[in-house]
């Protein structure tokens, strides 16, 4: 039997991984259209390769994915980050978990993931073609002919793990065969700000503040750090995944409030001051923050309420201490426009998860034809949750079963 898989990344690797663990005698190619193979896994995590996440529940694990929750909810119970580490581990590749579940391997160099796959494809005689786009497929009785620029070659199974694309015509060739596509859109992004001084604190992180779309039920707890542009950090990147579609649809201009203390009501933050302002009243507001941020914060918020840092706590009014409460809990900031989040381009879109089993990862449209990672509708939030649907994928791709088997 004759494999082709379509993507040197992380998904096309994994599920020639698989074949060849469920399948030993099938002959194996990869073919990725660049020169560069794993690209993603070397940049991922800023080159410490964010593997997969310690999250081992598959219905609770399904819960990070923006779109594709109820279909991977199944694929994790056939294999989940449980099983990942143990792959890894198995190669002599030990992983760690992090305090915020992220898992990388205990050498923090995703080089070490790549030798990893490289040493495995090498061992199980996956052959490997760069600079081999595939400019058409055609399918036949059984299998298909891969259409080259300059050759043909055919096939008894395809496997499509090209990954996903910033374009919809990108996915032309997918669609040609009867796939419907589902627009790509950035899915992982950061909020520009360009009128707003805030910007001034750009390295600054707030660890657990809570950031809202305003007008909407959507919104995430978690690091905000404050950049050069406007905002980054983990619930920024979230809120960007979860709002992909609306965000793109308000054309990236919009409001975001922020909680910078992540106490939910006015109440508890009277408590809180109530009980902090006996030892701090005679000192000036510039100088006893009682809320714990940091000093370079609290001095820009005072300022944009206008209280005077010198004035001391026993002189707040009732007025101004109601200002001050609610620059603390709802403070917001107009968006426009969004910035890619580093390198680590994620997309929203693909072929339309209706016309994949994804029992098996084979396509409803073509027998014979699979699919692993990116190229389909799913995404996750940061945080090792695009790898590990990459590696399920991947892994139930290459058991090239049929949906009825």
Not at 195 to 204: A, C, Q, S, T, V
Not at 298 to 308: G, I, T, Y
Not at 345 to 373: E, P
Request: include cysteine; glycine fraction near 8%.
């Amino acid at each position: 039997m004759k494999v082709a898989i379509i993507g040197g990344g992380a998904a096309g690797f994994f599920a020639a991984f698989s074949v060849k663990e469920h399948h030993p005698q099938a002959k194996v190619i990869i073919f990725e259209k660049s020169d560069k193979l794993l690209s993603k896994v070397k940049i991922s995590g800023g080159g410490r390769c964010n593997v997969t996440n310690a999250c081992f529940h598959p219905s609770q694990l399904s819960k990070f994915y923006p779109r594709g929750e109820k279909q991977l909810k199944k694929a994790f119970s056939v294999f989940q980050p449980k099983d990942t580490v143990d792959w890894f581990t198995h190669r002599g590749v030990a992983l760690k978990a992090e305090a915020d579940n992220r898992m990388f391997p205990v050498s923090d160099d995703s080089q070490t993931i790549i030798d990893c796959f490289l040493r495995e494809a090498q061992l199980k005689s996956i052959q490997i073609v760069k600079q081999s786009p595939v400019v058409k497929l055609i399918p036949k009785e059984k299998g298909f002919t891969l259409v080259f620029k300059a050759s043909k070659q055919d096939f008894d199974k395809v496997i499509v793990a090209s990954g996903g694309s910033p374009k919809a015509r990108g996915f032309d060739w997918l669609q040609n065969l009867g796939h419907s596509i589902v627009d790509p859109l950035p899915s992982l992004f950061t909020f520009n700000m360009p009128k707003e001084p805030i910007k001034e604190l750009m390295g600054l992180v707030v660890e657990h503040a809570t950031a809202r779309i305003q007008g909407t039920k959507l919104q995430y707890t978690g690091p905000v750090l404050i950049t050069h542009w406007g905002m980054s950090g983990p619930a920024i990147l979230k809120l960007s995944a979860w709002g992909a579609r609306l965000l793109y649809d308000k054309n990236y201009q919009f409001n975001v409030q922020v909680n910078w203390l992540s106490i939910k009501n006015e109440s508890e933050v009277n408590e809180l001051l109530e009980t902090t302002l006996p030892t701090i009243r005679k000192k000036k507001i510039a100088n006893a923050n009682p809320f714990g941020l940091a000093n370079r914060m609290w001095l820009f918020l005072l300022n944009k309420v206008e209280l005077s840092p010198d004035s001391l706590w026993l002189e707040l009014s009732k007025k101004n201490r109601n200002k001050l409460i609610n620059v603390l809990l709802n403070d917001i900031y107009a968006v426009s426009g969004k910035t890619t989040f580093k390198e680590e381009f994620v997309t929203c879109g693909g072929v339309n998860l209706s016309d994949i089993d994804m029992k098996t990862m084979q396509s409803r449209v073509c027998k014979d034809l699979y699919f692993a990672g990116e190229v389909m509708d799913v995404d996750g939030i940061t945080g090792g949750f695009n790898f590990q649907a990459a590696w399920t994928t991947g892994f139930i791709a290459g058991k090239l079963m049929t949906s009825n088997s």
